[in-house]
């Protein structure tokens, strides 16, 4: 960062919040509907689904709301940027007004949650912003505010916003929320349990039977068998789905500090200008609120963070007063999946089957779409009526005209790591090449190893080549973390998965003389 003020590695969301102790799964069980995922997809699908009497087991990897979802800027709006024009150009005006009602939903159900299970998650209302400062791009904002309208929300085209500096126009959206993510899923998990839920972390599933029934094994050996399953890990896990090749992974930086609370925006504020930047602010305490910016968006795997991280604090100090002042700092990063349409995918995972569903491609608007997926596919499983936007959604959706070029575009991007990493690998020539702290793809022995170098020294040698897939990962040097820039699977220096879609670890290379 461009002081030296302290600055935590770790989203605040995380930061503020206890550590969760759900045991793991422990003996083979049954229920009718296993969920695998704990981010808000999940725990939201989990708790719709008890609510409508079902028996519900959530397995997740790690620990609950402590992935993408403990890692995002918790807007919880139904304004997605310049969507409304977009999509009512691809998909027509009925289906712009579909997602909208869909996503304003979502945003009301979690205002409903919060009040009807006594839950305090810093929840705020506020109005939500699409801006642009280039004159030149006016008339895009405008067409927006237009197409928002159109679509059902309360929208309007303004020129004056509480940004401290000029706009030349933005998309205001009344009735929107901001809330503080975990400390609404850690109750909401507590309350499921509470109902006869069943919670189960560092439980992650390898395998998946899907039939009239499905079975699914942990990585420890157990295996649940359930009626229906629901994947919610934000990418599939299970391949099976074939949706990987309709999404793209990329991530996104995001930096916190308290200001003064009179110099903090209310409202919440997106541009797509400058790499996209994102700013609202949030509690903090006694005359302060911790504003929040959000930018550098860029592919898994593509190296330079440090650098984003560097422009992001420079945009935010030059651009908003107080935050050059303040006198600490959190930094963490957000990863999304793009799907080709611009839609998410909720429903049943692929054609051939009844009983496995999946919630994916949210785009950005996790926070929205997550409990949009919950309420869709606690419908789906239980039965019942299903919501109007019900086929808008689903993932057996044919690709569109306008999405074959997207499709190749993703296709070809895939080849070209695959295949072009490793014609052209950014690769050191040893070992003692890499400085300590630091990884880097290294051809040892005719084979190339994921190489990271501790502070001490000592390297830790892995396989390149992602567990997912095979794509060559890369190492990031700010977070440090290996990425694959094919798929999105994130991996710990010492080869452990911390992102899917991969279920599996990177191989260890013992290879003489690199300390592995």
């Known amino acids: 960062m461009a002081s030296e003020r302290p600055t935590i590695d770790e989203s605040y969301w995380m930061a503020t919040t206890p550590d969760t102790g759900y045991p793991p799964v422990g003996k083979d069980l049954t229920a009718d509907v296993a969920v695998i995922g704990g981010g808000i997809a999940g725990l939201c699908t989990a708790w719709e689904l008890l609510s409508a009497g079902l028996d519900v087991v959530v397995l997740e990897a790690d620990r609950i709301a402590a992935g993408v979802t403990g890692y995002t800027t918790a ?33 009301d159900r979690t205002a409903a949650l919060c ?69 609404f899923l850690l109750a909401l998990a507590e309350k499921f349990v509470a109902a006869g839920g069943r919670v189960h972390e560092r439980s992650r599933v390898i395998t998946l039977h899907d039939g009239s029934r499905c079975r699914l094994s942990t990585e420890s050996g157990v295996t649940v068998e359930a009626r229906d ?56 305490d006694e005359g302060r609120r911790l504003l929040i910016v959000t930018g550098e968006s860029f592919e898994p795997g593509a190296g330079g963070v440090r650098e984003r991280f560097e422009r992001l604090d420079s945009w935010a100090r030059e651009r ?57 596919l606690a419908a789906h ?13 689903d993932p057996r959706r044919l690709p569109g ?42 051809r040892l022995e005719g084979r190339r190893c994921a190489v990271y170098r501790d502070e001490s020294g000592n390297a830790r040698v892995l ?30 220096t010492d080869g452990s998965v911390l992102h899917g879609p991969a279920t599996k670890a990177l191989e260890s290379r013992e290879v003489p003389g690199t300390g592995g």
């Open 75 to 107: 807007k919880l709006t139904s304004l997605h940027g310049l969507g409304y024009a977009r999509l009512e150009a691809k998909h027509g005006a009925d289906n712009a007004g579909l997602y909208a009602l869909s996503q304003q939903d979502a945003v």
């Open 115 to 183: 009040a009807q299970l006594d839950i305090d998650a810093d929840l705020e209302r506020a109005p939500a912003y699409t801006y642009a400062e280039d004159p030149q791009r006016a008339d895009e904002i405008r067409d927006e505010a237009e197409a928002a309208r159109r679509a059902g929300l309360d929208a309007s085209f303004v020129t004056e916003t509480e940004l401290p500096f000029p706009v030349s126009g933005a998309v205001r959206v009344e009735g929107q929320l901001q809330f503080h993510p975990r400390k």
């Open 229 to 284: 399953t629901v994947i919610a890990t934000h990418y599939p896990v299970f391949d099976r789905t074939l949706l990987f090749t309709r999404l793209k992974p990329r991530r996104e930086l995001v930096i916190a500090a308290p200001v003064p609370a009179a110099l903090a925006p209310t409202g919440m504020y997106m541009s797509p200008e400058d790499r996209v930047r994102s700013v609202r602010s949030a509690p903090l």
């Open 320 to 376: 908003i007063p107080g935050f050059a002042e303040a006198d600490s700092a959190y930094r963490w990063s957000a990863q999304d999946n793009d799907s080709s349409d611009h839609l998410p995918y909720v429903g049943h995972a692929h054609p051939g089957t009844q009983h496995l569903y999946v919630a994916t491609g949210f785009g950005g608007w996790g926070m929205s779409n997550g409990v949009m997926a919950g309420r869709l």
């Open 381 to 393: 499983v239980a039965g019942g009526g299903r919501p109007a936007w019900t086929d808008l959604y």
């Open 401 to 442: 005209v306008s999405e074959t070029a997207e499709l190749a575009k993703l296709q070809t991007a895939v080849a070209r790591h695959f295949v072009g990493d490793r014609l052209h690998t950014r690769h050191v020539d040893s070992v003692n090449d890499i400085p300590p702290g630091s990884g880097a793809v290294v």
């Open 463 to 492: 396989s390149a080549r992602c567990s997912h897939l095979g794509c060559l990962v890369q190492f990031n040097d700010a977070e440090r973390v290996w990425e694959c820039p094919c798929h999105g699977s994130r991996f710990a």
